[in-house]
């Protein structure tokens, strides 16, 4: 299998991986600072926390797509 068809496949897993961690990101609830506790799990800090920590991953994942992409084009640069 030529590199940049490999690249390419890589790309798209991790922009789907990229997608999914974002996804779960999105959907933790972030609630109203009266009804949340001030420590422990489900404080609002520790939800902030869960959150961040999802959207690294996915921004993680986003990197790891674009830099697959420039291999790709550059494999297909040096294959022509």
Do not use: C, H, Y
């Amino acid at each position: 299998m030529k590199a940049e068809i490999i690249f390419q496949i890589a790309s798209a897993i991790f922009a789907a991986l990229a997608a999914f961690f974002w996804l779960l990101s999105s959907l933790i609830r972030i609630p109203d600072i009266m009804d949340a506790p001030f420590t422990g799990r489900g404080s609002l800090t520790d939800i902030m926390r869960r959150q961040s920590q999802l959207s690294a991953i996915a921004a993680g994942f986003a990197s790891a797509s674009a830099a697959a992409q420039v291999f790709a084009i550059i494999a297909s640069q040096i294959s022509n």
